[in-house]
């Protein structure tokens, strides 16, 4: 089983440069996000999606944008790459219905660098 | 507005209890608890969704007090496997929307030692 599937693992980029981070899911869930994880930090919600054609703004949501055109894909796009993207970013899909997020089944992570 | 854990971090021996906190200002309508290991996503232990349910498995329990907006992670006897950072979350209600905020506290690193 798949699960959720992130990618690319790891990335360096430069400064202004853009980018897309990869998230799939196979499990048919409604509920879709996008974290970033700094040491220290703990994990801090960026963006999420409750369904196709559904997003909505996070915590830290300033440089990211996403989209949802199907169920299976969230795609987290970093506009012009700042030194302070540097992190380890994680998506997490869960069956979200009636307004209770369930268990939150997370991808592996992705580690950016930006220089 | 995230959740605050406490211990921040606490160390045991194998064998030993602990407990973690996780409080909120605002209410909580469930409480999830997660564990990380350094280098990996986290991992799903329980959700507690009603005021006053109790959940467990193996030697790993919690508890949710709704009214003082508050949950507790038990671990009994601890195993050198349960080491690693622990995490509460909750959906946060902001504004008047239904939205679904879903967000971490800053987590309790554990570490147990032989």
């Known amino acids: 089983n798949a699960g959720v599937t992130q990618t690319p693992k790891f990335q360096v980029l430069k400064t202004g440069q853009s980018m897309t981070l990869q998230c799939a899911q196979d499990m048919n869930h409604e509920y879709m996000s996008w974290y970033r994880q700094d040491p220290g930090m703990g994990l801090r919600l960026i963006h999420y999606?409750?369904?196709?054609?559904?997003?909505d703004q996070g915590e830290v949501p300033n440089g990211y944008n996403v989209s949802r055109s199907t169920t299976e894909d969230f795609p987290l796009r970093l506009l012009s790459a700042a030194p302070s993207q540097t992190s380890v970013y994680f998506c997490?899909?869960?069956?979200?219905?009636?307004?209770?997020?369930?268990?939150?089944?997370f991808g592996e992570g992705s580690r950016l660098t930006v220089l | 507005q995230q959740p605050v854990q406490s211990p921040q971090a606490v160390i045991l021996r194998e064998g030993e209890d602990a407990v973690i906190n996780c409080s909120s200002s605002?209410?909580?309508?469930?409480v999830h608890w997660y564990r990380q290991k350094h280098g990996e996503a986290p991992i799903f232990l329980m959700i507690?969704?009603?005021?006053?349910e109790q959940k467990g498995h193996d030697k790993i329990s919690a508890s949710f007090n709704e009214k003082k907006q508050q949950s507790s992670l038990y671990l009994t006897a601890s195993q050198l496997s349960y080491s690693g950072t622990y995490f509460c979350g909750t959906r946060l209600i902001l504004r008047d929307n239904y939205g679904q905020n879903f967000v971490f506290g800053p987590g309790t690193r554990l570490s147990v030692l032989p």
């Open positions: 997490a899909s869960s069956y979200g219905g009636g307004g209770v997020v369930g268990e939150l089944f």
């Open positions: 605002k209410a909580l309508y469930s």
């Open positions: 507690l969704l009603k005021g006053g």
């Open positions: 999606s409750v369904g196709a054609g559904i997003t």
